[in-house]
């Protein structure tokens, strides 16, 4: 009878294969790595989510108050463009139409259909805050009471005025017939909902352009 010695090393003999510790271990790291990679891209969308949101929050916010600022120049039975310091308005009279106030008068008195100059509200400008980015367009209502001012339109930067204009959008420094009322809102910050963007928190690139013309006055 012949024998047969196996003179393979012990190791070669041993099946090759990852013992369960090992197992355990890829597994533990490979469900982490993917749970990790989930997670990331879920807060990359709830984030841009978020931006996408107040973007649009801002906008729907801006074109409420731009609707209503529009609504009552077009519906203005006169109005004047000047300065409003104090509780004090005054009209533009010599050179450029151009001020920080929009004073509307939306009523007639219908016994000899004139403006009634007592009833109007009052657009302004107030940067007193500007340097901080946050111009402010505030709204006094005088149509039935003294009104307390209240803020329309936050967050501005310049510029911060009401020009008229013709129809070929020169500013005008005289009245004359259906003159276009021309603002501009640039704002430097979002403000619904409470998102941070940027280091600064300022979004420096959202810009509406207001033109509206009255739809009666013809003149001063």
Known sequence: ???????????????????LVEVMIS????VTF????????????????????????????ARMAITKLKNDIYGA??????????STFTTDTNGILQG?????????ITSNQ?????????YYFDASQVANKNGLLMYLDHTSTNGTSIISVSNLIDPLYFTAENYQGYTQTVR??????????????FQYPLTQVGSNSFFNS?????????????GP
């Open 1 to 19: 009878m012949k024998m047969f010695v196996n003179n393979l090393p012990h190791r070669a003999r041993q099946s090759s294969g990852f013992t």
């Open 27 to 30: 597994t533990f790291l490979m």
């Open 34 to 61: 993917i749970l990790g990679g989930l997670i990331a891209v879920n807060l990359m969308g709830l984030r841009e989510n978020q931006l996408l949101e107040s973007k649009a929050g801002a906008s729907d916010s």
């Open 77 to 86: 039975k006169g109005w004047e463009i000047g300065t409003y310091s104090g």
């Open 100 to 108: 920080n106030a929009l004073i509307i008068y939306p009523l007639i």
């Open 114 to 122: 004139i403006i009634d100059a007592t009833k109007y509200v009052v």
């Open 176 to 189: 004359t017939y259906k003159s276009v009322i021309h603002a501009t809102f640039q704002y430097a910050q």
């Open 206 to 218: 959202y810009r509406i352009d207001v033109r509206a013309t009255p739809y009666l006055p013809d």
